[in-house]
């Protein structure tokens, strides 16, 4: 059997963070805008509330204690509210919880602070300056109904109620196993990753000669982000496996890390 074709594939494929192909569809448009209704409902409101609570407590003052006041209930409302419950939720506001929607990273993995702050800027602009006008035009045009923020931040909408079946991920050779755990692994590129994972997953249908010269390709193309190299003499498609699963393994760590810290701080409060 000849090798397959990964060229079709394009970087805007919804990936893990393994590289793994995911079935799962973006949020449609409809979706989109009932749980955006839903968030500016509750920000509005929120907005309202601290504004008068605000203006209450600074009207025997000075009028520019006042208008900080009125300032800091803005930015509590549109953007220190939105990105703290996405950073929090990995994704998920109260309309998208709603809808069974989750913001993801490009990769399919969940976003950070970095990425819910910088949907929640954009969406100060696009969604309360100009009416939401940007975001709809947007959304309507992209393929993956993706707003400004998303391009700004690298991230989009899916819908997560999907039943969803992934294949079994590369295990670590063990051969290779006290390299990988002192290698230095940096996260590959989208598309490359996915060329990985689906080499990996289908080189027992490739011919021989065809699997070895691909193998080959993908381990020079990953070697760039990995250093040490492997022991001399590593078989292309083990060191593939190694990478693969050094990733997994140190971003499910980080995840771990991330949740006990979260769960540590909120027990303190």
């Not at 079935?23 to 509330?49: E, F, K, Q």
């Not at 009207?59 to 950073?87: C, F, G, M, N, R």
């Not at 969940?110 to 959304?139: C, K, N, W």
């Not at 598309?191 to 065809?210: E, K, M, N, T, W």
Request: charged share 20%; aromatic share 6%; hydrophobic share 50%.
């Amino acid at each position: 059997m000849a090798a397959p074709e990964f060229a079709t594939l394009t970087t805007d494929d919804l990936v893990t963070g393994e590289a793994v192909a995911l079935d799962l569809p973006p949020a449609s448009l409809g979706s989109r805008i009932a749980s955006g209704l839903v968030d500016v409902t509750i920000t509005l409101v929120l907005l309202v509330t601290l504004a008068i609570a605000l203006a209450v407590a600074a009207v025997h003052t000075d009028l520019a204690l006042l208008q900080v006041a009125v300032l800091a209930s803005v930015i509590l409302s549109l953007l220190v509210y939105p990105t703290t419950v996405e950073t929090l939720t990995r994704g998920r506001s109260v309309g998208k919880l709603c809808l069974g929607l989750r913001a993801v990273r490009d990769d399919a993995g969940p976003i950070s602070f970095q990425h819910a702050f910088v949907r929640a800027l954009v969406g100060v602009v696009e969604i309360y300056v100009f009416l939401g006008s940007p975001a709809f035009f947007a959304a309507l045009l992209s393929p993956r109904t993706k707003r400004l923020g998303d391009y700004a931040a690298g991230t989009y909408v899916v819908r997560e109620r999907v039943r969803l079946r992934l294949p079994a991920p590369a295990a670590m050779p063990p051969q290779l196993a006290t390299w990988a755990a002192r290698a230095d692994v940096a996260s590959l590129p989208t598309g490359l990753a996915l060329a990985v994972r689906q080499y990996l997953g289908r080189s027992a249908q490739i011919d021989p000669a065809s699997r070895a010269d691909l193998g080959r390709r993908l381990a020079d193309a990953v070697s760039r982000y990995v250093a040490p190299p492997p022991p001399p003499g590593t078989p292309p498609e083990a060191f593939l496996a190694a990478v693969v699963a050094t990733r997994r393994s140190r971003d499910a760590a980080r995840l771990a890390r991330e949740s006990d810290l979260r769960r540590r701080l909120v027990a303190r409060r």
